[in-house]
């Protein structure tokens, strides 16, 4: 296996080397690494999707009456910013002691890497009655999960899926969902200095929109495996053009992450009839909203026979509790949950820093969490 863990860790290089930032890059050359790699193993990926924004996709069927267990990650990291910031270059994966730096090390290029590799180990071995699929989704840190989507059309049928989101700590079976918005005012401009005229000021009437959703407490609902709750968060504002001019516009985005008990449609119509009603006090108020994004929030069955299974294979290999969790940032695990199967969102190496400067994933811990997929999957299959 030491041979196994060494060529894992040279492919993670290759791709950590392969910028694929959200909004910069094309994930076509990452893609490419990932397509010979399958390809060299004897399999038979495809490329999916735009020429621009390609998935990888890939089915290994060695028992077609077997369970298929579906291995899910993102192609594309977030951008790497400011170079000056990082200690060791974001596209050189530079190894210290144990760690290894680079952006997406750990968001998340450890996990294509390995479920490539996993994929190959399980379909050579004789214990192995089951089915693997590989989905590498493009466009995924933008929120806008266009590569999940293009896999999910190629209907993929599977007992159960691990994302590849790391952390060694917890597993995390759920994630909230999230609401976004934009809401503009609209009102008449002036000079401020006028005496006769004193125009309708669009942001004065979002402050007022502002101040009344804060009441309707959407960031304060808690449940079980979610008593970090729910959030309501005014992320955005803009409006007016100089100091001396009644704003007759201003836009305000808004980010709120829901929980499973929760609707969108039960959200909207909370804040719909707010408004409404704060209209009807102030008929100078003149707004629209529209929705930009918006996942279902999931969590699954924590007495699942597969979640049961992973949590006791990773407390006996790793010697320690792990507790079942959900996740705060949604995943495409929101958008995979609508086949109604088991996901496990969250779980792998060691990792620090995602989402920052300094990102780096501990390749000590890299053995110990291939093992528990490959016990995990071995076991689940044979039942």
Not at 117 to 138: M, R, W
Not at 180 to 199: N, Q, V
Request: glycine share 8%.
């Amino acid at each position: 296996m030491k041979k196994t863990y060494s060529d894992i860790i040279k492919f993670i290089k290759q791709l950590v080397k392969t910028p694929s930032q959200s909004g910069i890059d094309s994930e076509k050359r990452v893609a490419d690494l990932v397509m010979r790699k399958l390809s060299d193993f004897g399999f038979y990926p495809k490329l999916i999707g735009s020429k621009e924004h390609p998935s990888v996709f890939c089915k290994t069927i060695k028992n077609p009456k077997g369970k298929t267990v579906w291995l899910e990650s993102c192609l594309d990291t977030v951008p790497a910013g400011d170079l000056s910031k990082w200690k060791y270059h974001p596209f050189k994966a530079g190894i210290k002691g144990s760690r290894m730096y680079g952006r997406g090390v750990a968001d998340s290029k450890i996990a294509i890497a390995t479920f490539c590799y996993l994929a190959k180990e399980l379909y050579d071995s004789p214990d192995f009655k089951g089915n693997i699929i590989l989905g590498f989704d493009a466009d995924e840190q933008s929120g806008n999960f266009i590569g999940i989507r293009d896999i999910l059309k190629q209907r993929p049928k599977a007992n159960v899926c691990i994302l590849g989101y790391q952390g060694i700590d917890v597993i995390s079976i759920g994630a909230r969902g999230w609401l976004r918005l934009k809401i503009t005012t609209k009102g008449k401009s002036a000079h401020t200095g006028s005496r006769s005229k004193k125009g309708n000021n669009a942001i004065h009437q979002m402050a007022e929109i502002i101040t009344a959703l804060k009441r309707l407490n959407l960031g304060n609902k808690k449940e079980p495996f979610f008593d970090y709750g729910s959030s309501f968060n005014v992320s955005l504002i803009e409006g007016g053009v100089a100091i001396n001019i009644v704003p007759d516009k201003c836009e305000t985005k808004i980010d709120i992450r829901y929980l499973p008990s929760q609707t969108k449609k039960e959200i909207l119509n909370k804040i719909s009839n707010k408004l409404k009603k704060l209209r009807k006090k102030n008929p100078d108020i003149h707004y629209d909203i529209e929705v930009l994004q918006s996942e279902t929030a999931f969590l699954t069955n924590p007495k699942d026979k597969f979640v049961k299974l992973f949590q006791k294979t990773a407390q006996k290999e790793l010697k320690k509790k792990i507790p079942l969790v959900s996740s705060g940032a949604g995943s495409v695990g929101n958008v995979v949950s609508r086949f109604g199967i088991p996901i496990i969102n969250c779980f792998g190496c060691r990792c620090d820093n995602v989402h920052a400067y300094n990102e780096w994933v501990d390749l000590n811990t890299l053995p110990k969490v291939f093992e528990i997929y490959r016990k995990v999957i071995l076991d689940f299959c044979k039942r």
